[in-house]
């Protein structure tokens, strides 16, 4: 017979789900294999590191694949199942999969990137930092409560600010890094000081029970919770570069490798975007009437911001591409926008969340093939202005077209077919919430862009200004462009695989 004490032990301890949390363990632990192997592996051999890096995400992403099967959840409450810190469910597969997915390509352009920067990055601390972001960004939309959904936050963060600085004697490189990490510091501040209110007020961490009682504050503490909700939402806004939170971007992406640029673009996004999910949707649904309003302001004017920031673009300026990528992808960051502010009035939350990661898949995979071309072009015009793709088609013809399909995915045109799909499904999530004033903004500024990405697609194709010259693309940037060349493809093939992929039971 047991005594009381033993029932006590036996009552806490937690039995974990190791297969669950597989994906972002073997990311951190090939992290920290990769740190202490860069100890002893000869400076001509470092190139090892990068290689164990891309397979240890690739293994990390193949380890999704058991988990198909059901929802699974691990260091849950004793005595109330439902009050979990980790739950592998379908959005969590989805949006793992797009994070892993997109750091091992992003991976892909970093093998070359380092070969080229000649000493002038660490390869041991960069592969470290990168897989130890992209363990924190995989474990980030399984979090269930407060506490871990913020470490996870950091742990994806903080790397993320090393890397935009790794780069020795560069002062862009140093300003680009102090900028991004100053106003994300800012954010997680702020959302920290939310969140404490929110456990003031209800007592909990876990979204679940935040759910349940927030609704039944007591009096005195109502002023306190509504606080905590804005503040949590102000926090998280910087975090997915919404207007006025984006200031950081454009520099940022300038100063950073252009691997890492690529990364923060898709990966970075993808994490803000994810925690904006949970606290909106999952922990705060009784507080609608306060985030959906502030959301789909915060949408119009995100979109409209980076598209105009976007077609302000001079073609000549020295790192024009990547500044157009940049605001792009603020613009971009609106329309990721547009569903979740939709799920605040829309019956069915869920499937407003499911246009939500249907758009990011879409978005993750053509902006990083952009990205992967502009590596291409960078090797050899390193200042990488838009000018500089002038004649591309004559030089690159592959490169040229995938770049002008990656583009027009991005305007939403054909054949670009999964983009025209994806914005046509965040249109018609705002119609349905009854969000009219914001549908017509997104249509006025997908026309906006429209400008500027076929500007740029029409000037691959002119003749080029004295002798093409060639691009020689290494193995690693050519099964980067060759990825997401076959993976906007297939989905311009068959878009409506995206929408079926996130269209069943999200949480």
């Given at each position: 017979m047991s005594s009381p004490a033993q029932s006590l032990a036996a009552s806490l301890v937690q039995s974990v789900d190791w297969l669950a949390i597989a994906p972002p363990t073997l990311a951190a632990v090939v992290g920290l294999v990769v740190l202490v192997a860069d100890l002893f592996v000869a400076e001509h051999r470092k190139t090892l590191l990068g290689w164990t890096s891309v397979a240890g995400l690739a293994a990390a992403t193949l380890l999704l694949l058991p988990l198909l099967d059901g929802d699974r959840s691990t260091f849950c409450l004793t005595g109330d199942a439902t009050a979990c810190s980790y739950t592998a469910d379908r959005f969590t597969l989805v949006i793992q999969f797009l994070v892993l997915g997109g750091a091992l390509l992003a991976a892909l352009l970093s093998v070359t990137a380092l070969k080229d920067a000649r000493k002038e990055l660490p390869e041991g601390e960069y592969w470290f930092l990168l897989l130890s972001s992209a363990a924190g960004a995989a474990l980030l939309p399984a979090s269930r409560d407060l506490a871990t959904l913020i470490v996870a936050l950091e742990v994806a963060s903080l790397p993320a600010f090393a890397l935009v600085g790794l780069r020795h004697g560069d002062r862009k490189s140093s300003e680009a890094a102090l900028k991004f990490f100053l106003s994300s510091v800012t954010a997680t501040a702020v959302s920290?000081?939310?969140?404490?209110?929110?456990?003031?007020?209800?007592?909990?961490?876990?979204?679940?029970?935040?759910?349940?009682?927030?609704?039944?504050?007591?009096?005195?503490?109502?002023?306190?919770?509504?606080?905590?909700?804005?503040?949590?939402?102000?926090?998280?806004a910087f975090k997915t570069a919404a207007v006025p939170f984006h200031f950081w971007v454009p520099d940022t992406y300038v100063g950073a490798p252009l691997p890492i640029a690529a990364y923060l673009s898709v990966i970075g996004k993808t994490v803000g975007f994810s925690g904006l999910i949970l606290v909106t949707v999952v922990a705060l649904p009784s507080y609608a009437d306060v985030w959906g309003p502030a959301l789909a302001a915060l949408a119009a004017l995100t979109m409209t911001v980076g598209?105009?920031?976007?077609?302000?673009?001079?073609?000549?300026?020295?790192?024009?591409?990547?500044?157009?990528?940049?605001?792009?992808?603020?613009?971009?960051?609106?329309?990721?926008?547009?569903?979740?502010?939709?799920?605040?009035?829309?019956?069915?939350?869920?499937?407003?969340?499911?246009?939500?990661?249907?758009?990011?898949?879409?978005?993750?995979?053509?902006?990083?093939?952009?990205?992967?071309?502009?590596?291409?072009?960078?090797?050899?015009?390193?200042?990488?202005?838009?000018?500089?793709?002038?004649?591309?088609?004559?030089?690159?013809?592959?490169?040229?077209?995938?770049?002008?399909?990656?583009?027009?995915?991005?305007?939403?045109?054909?054949?670009?077919?999964?983009?025209?799909?994806?914005?046509?499904?965040?249109?018609?999530?705002?119609?349905?919430?009854?969000?009219?004033?914001?549908?017509?903004?997104?249509?006025?500024?997908?026309?906006?862009?429209?400008?500027?990405?076929?500007?740029?697609?029409?000037?691959?194709?002119?003749?080029?200004?004295?002798?093409?010259?060639?691009?020689?693309?290494?193995?690693?940037?050519?099964?980067a462009i060759a990825l997401t060349g076959v993976l906007g493809i297939a989905l311009s093939g068959a878009p409506q695989l995206v929408l079926r992929f996130t269209d069943t039971a999200l949480f």
């Open positions: 920290l000081m939310g969140i404490s209110f929110v456990y003031a007020s209800t007592g909990t961490l876990y979204l679940t029970q935040v759910a349940d009682r927030i609704q039944n504050v007591d009096g005195q503490l109502h002023t306190l919770a509504q606080t905590g909700v804005v503040l949590t939402l102000v926090g998280f598209n105009v920031g976007a077609l302000r673009q001079q073609a000549t300026r020295a790192y024009s591409a990547v500044r157009l990528l940049a605001w792009s992808s603020v613009g971009q960051a609106g329309y990721l926008l547009v569903p979740i502010a939709a799920a605040a009035y829309s019956g069915d939350a869920e499937k407003s969340i499911g246009s939500t990661v249907a758009y990011a898949l879409m978005y993750g995979a053509v902006n990083l093939g952009a990205f992967a071309v502009a590596a291409l072009v960078g090797r050899t015009k390193s200042l990488n202005r838009v000018s500089d793709y002038r004649g591309l088609y004559a030089s690159s013809p592959l490169s040229a077209l995938l770049l002008a399909f990656f583009l027009l995915c991005l305007a939403g045109l054909p054949p670009g077919i999964i983009g025209l799909f994806a914005k046509v499904t965040v249109f018609s999530a705002a119609v349905d919430a009854g969000l009219g004033w914001l549908a017509v903004i997104m249509a006025v500024n997908v026309v906006i862009a429209l400008f500027y990405y076929l500007q740029w697609t029409a000037l691959l194709f002119r003749a080029p200004e004295g002798e093409p010259e060639k691009h020689r693309v290494p193995a690693p940037l050519t099964a």
